[in-house]
Every structure is written in C-alpha cells, then in structure tokens.
C-alpha cells in the first residue's frame, strides 16, 4: 500500500522526468526561468566583479597609504607666510641623496651618512591649473636658514650666509630634514609651501621603471670615471652621445651626472636635471593622466617617498596628481633662481629674485600673464580697484627705518610715506651695512604677518627673519620717495624667462653649460 506522501513524491519525481507539455502553466514558468537564467548569471558576474574590484582598489589604497612616510609637521615654521597671498599653489621638490634603506646600493657612500639634499626645485602650479613654473635652487646658494627643529625638540637659531642644501641635514638624521629645507624656502621667496615632497634614490629608480625608461640626451659620449672623477681610469662607455632611453640606475646616473659635460658645474646639471624632468612629464602625459594609469606610479614612488602631513594619505595624493592633468606642457617653465657666482658659492641676485617671487604670488606668468583663474573685469571697474600699496593700513604697527645706502634722507623718505599709511614709526637712523641694492623688511618671531603688509609698501622687498620683537625697513638703491604705491612686477624677470625650458622643448638643447651649449 502506498503513502499519500509515498504518492505524492513520486509523482514529484515523475514530473521532473517528464518534458514539459505545450501550453501547460508548468511549462511556461520553465521556459520563463530559462530565459531569466542568463540575465541572473551576467548580473551575479557583474556584483561580483564590483565587489572584487573594490576590494581590489581598496586594498590597494591601503597599501599605498602603508607606503606612505611623513615628516613632522611640528617641524614648521610658526611664522609662515599668509596662505591666501596666492590662488596658485607652491610644491616644493627635493631629491634626497641619503644612504638608508637600502639607497647606498645606488647611489654608493655609506649607509649610515646623514641625508642631504642633492637637488630641490619650487613647482608653482598657477590657480588656472593650465601653466606651471618650476625654479630650481641651487644647492650650494647663499641664503638664510631660519630657526629649524633638531630631533631633541629644540630649535636653532638662525643662520646667515649658508648654503642652501645645509637646511636638508640639519639635525644630522639620516633622512634628513625636510621642514627645515620649507622653512628656508618660505624664508627665501616668501611664498607659502603648501606641499613638500622627497624622493630619494631608489623612488626615483623605481619612477622610471614602471613608466618603461625616459628619452634623454647626451652631447657628448660619457664615461665612467665623468660619474666618478676619483677613478684613475676613463673606465668603459656608459652614455653614448644623442637621444637614448634610461631608467632604474642608467636614469639615476644621468641626472646625477655633473662632470664630462660642460663644465663640469651644479648649474649645468640643473639643465639637464630639467630636461630630465620635462621627459619624465611628456611620458606619463603621453601614457594618459587617469587614475589607473596613476596608482602604480604612486604605488612605486611612495615606497620611497616623504610627504609633508598635506599629502599622507592616498586619496590626497592621487587627487593632488589628478589636479595637474590639464597643466599644458608647453606651459609648464622651467627656470633657475636669479643667481651670480660669488667665490666658490652661488648668490641670489636682487631685484630679480623679489621680482620672480611677486610675480609668482600674483599668479603672472613667465610672460606676464593672468593666470589667475579670475574673469577679467571691465577696464571702468579695474581703473577704480585700489592697488595692493593704497589699500594698505598700518593702525596700530610699530616700524624702525634704517638708510641700507650712501643717499642721504631716503629713511626719512620712507618714513613719511609709511605714516601716511598709518604706521608708527620709532625712530630712522643709518644701517650698519649701506651696500643694500633692495630693501629689506626685518621681522621677529611671531610678526611675520605684519612684516608681509609692511612689503606691500615696497615692490620687490626682500623679507629677513632675525631675532628679537623688531620690525624693520631697510631702504636700498631700489628704494626712492614716491615709489610705494608702484604696482607689482607683471612678469617673470627677463633674465629668467630667457633661459627658460618648457617641458616640450627639444630634449637635446641648452644642456652644456658653460660649453657653448
């Protein structure tokens, strides 16, 4: 005898075994099913590649972000400059030559040796994010390096007339010094940083890997006792001369190559450091500036790359890269700080360096443009804008003025024209020093802001840190009476501009200096 439940499941069984009879209900959800099958089947792959995918991205994002290394922001200046003087932003580029971490391998020397800086530029990324100036600072220029922070939490005192690349070991860690190289730019333009970033040797062999090899030039062919001038033999071939592709250490060697071509000098290198960098942009250009084509570059760069706190996560940095996609390469400049040699040192020169750095702050181009992002205004409304020196009010500032020349009355002068303006000042006598070519604004700590208003009365002043609750102008030849309300410089210096690269120039001109090149 069988079972209603024996019944009914073989009569299941049967149903599944039997094919489907047209037009029967059962059939027809069948075939309903079978049709929906492949839609459900593409759907499920297509959740799955999403959830993959992210998973994927995001684990990539916090491997990038484990990369990442930062230096202390602690480490920065308490008197910086103001951060709305420019639209644009100031990205300050140091390639460090510190032996750590496996360095010494490349760049041979001790392991254990304290980091310098080997090279440093200022990329100016203007606030239309179409044009780009980068200047470099050579490494063995005169400036002042204000108070910096040591390891045991003290801070230094400033120091005059030192060479640029010091501020990079103070504090004699093997990874050098970062903030204290942003504190002595800011000091030095007074522009505000708003981001630093160090590369060291084996990030940027491992750059030009992962692009597949960067076009350079060579004038001339080199060897290896031009890397190494201590070999007591020319050694074998290691450039040949003309257009080639380099990366890992053949990259390396060549932006670090300072004799054999040329005249052997820093500045020579700097030219070809430029071109090197204007390569580098043309390829990732080329390749495409997408956040696919970005995330192994910054995967390969952040392994050995410091960023200031700004810049210390992955989405900051990928988003900062992805800014700079619609900067022309054709504008993107690159020049070298307005310098002279003096003895064995390289010196700024006045007033062409103030003129660059007003230039930069007023986002003006290396021909005089407006590259401040901002819609022109009807010339009636723009003749009745105030200029930066009339709209300037010293209520409640106190000013010492000093004579920096042999002219006599000019600190008089000044001094008129700075209580026209609203400022005290308590007294005006002669400068130790009367060989002054710019003026000069001293400050103390904690009156940076005030020493900037007071520069706005002196187109092209050069701002000095120094101790003591002072504020100080001292007038030099460029300085006379009636000047203070003279606009900004407009464009970049001509003794800059006409040296400049653009990041698409042919890669095998201007990299002999000293040469004939």
Not at 290 to 309: N, Q
């Amino acid at each position: 005898m069988t079972t209603t439940r024996e019944h009914e499941t073989a009569t299941h069984r049967r149903r599944r075994s039997e094919p489907p009879r047209n037009g029967s209900g059962h059939g027809r959800r069948s075939a309903r099913g079978r049709r929906r099958s492949p839609w459900r089947t593409l759907l499920l792959v297509a959740l799955a590649v999403v959830v993959l995918g992210t998973a994927g991205l995001g684990w990539i994002y916090l491997k990038l972000n484990g990369d990442i290394s930062t230096f202390d922001g602690e480490g920065l200046s308490k008197n910086r400059p103001d951060a709305a003087a420019s639209k644009g932003e100031n990205v300050l580029v140091i390639g460090s030559d510190a032996r750590n971490d496996g360095n010494s391998a490349l760049g041979g020397g001790n392991k254990d040796d304290i980091g310098r800086s080997d090279t440093a530029f200022l990329l100016h990324v203007y606030a239309d994010h179409k044009h780009a100036l980068a200047v470099s600072v050579p490494r063995d220029t005169l400036v002042t390096i204000p108070p910096c922070k040591l390891p045991n939490g003290t801070w230094t005192k400033t120091q005059t007339d030192t060479m640029f690349n010091a501020a990079f070991s103070i504090g004699q860690t093997e990874k050098g010094n970062p903030a204290c190289t942003q504190n002595t730019v800011e000091q030095l333009t007074g522009l505000r940083v708003d981001h630093t970033v160090v590369v060291d040797f084996k990030g940027f062999a491992a750059l030009t890997d992962v692009v597949g090899g960067v076009e350079v030039c060579l004038p001339n062919d080199v060897y290896q006792n031009d890397l190494n001038p201590k070999r007591p033999t020319q050694g074998s071939r290691i450039f040949k001369k003309g257009e080639q592709k380099v990366s890992g250490q053949k990259a390396l060697d060549y932006v670090r190559l300072r004799h054999g071509v040329g005249d052997g000098s820093d500045i020579g290198r700097i030219q070809r450091q430029q071109a090197f960098v204007s390569s580098l942009m043309k390829k990732i250009k080329s390749d495409g500036l997408t956040p696919t084509k970005l995330l192994p570059l910054a995967s390969a760069a952040t392994k050995s790359m410091t960023v200031d706190p700004g810049l210390g996560s992955a989405d900051k940095l990928i988003s900062f890269a992805m800014s700079l996609k619609n900067v022309d390469l054709h504008n993107t400049k690159f020049v070298t700080i307005p310098w002279r040699y003096e003895g064995s040192r390289v010196a700024v020169v006045e007033p062409d360096a103030s003129d660059l750095w007003a230039a930069l702050k007023a986002d003006r181009t290396i021909d005089g443009k407006d590259a401040s992002g901002k819609k022109k205004k009807a010339s009636a409304s723009a003749s009745a804008s105030p200029s930066p020196a009339e709209s300037v009010s010293g209520a409640g500032i106190d000013v010492a003025v000093y004579n920096g020349t042999t002219t006599g009355g000019l600190a008089s002068e000044a001094a008129r024209d700075l209580t026209a303006h609203g400022f005290t000042v308590t007294g005006t006598g002669n400068a130790l020093n009367t060989q002054h070519a710019t003026t000069v604004v001293q400050y103390g700590p904690g009156l940076r802001t005030r020493a900037d208003k007071l520069a706005k009365l002196f187109p092209g002043a050069q701002l000095q840190s120094i101790g003591g609750a002072v504020l100080n102008v001292v007038v030099g030849a460029d300085y006379a009476a009636g000047t203070t309300a003279s606009p900004a410089p407009t464009a970049v210096p001509s003794s800059v501009a006409d040296g400049a690269r653009s990041a698409d120039d042919d890669l095998c001109s201007n990299l002999t200096y000293g040469a004939g090149g």
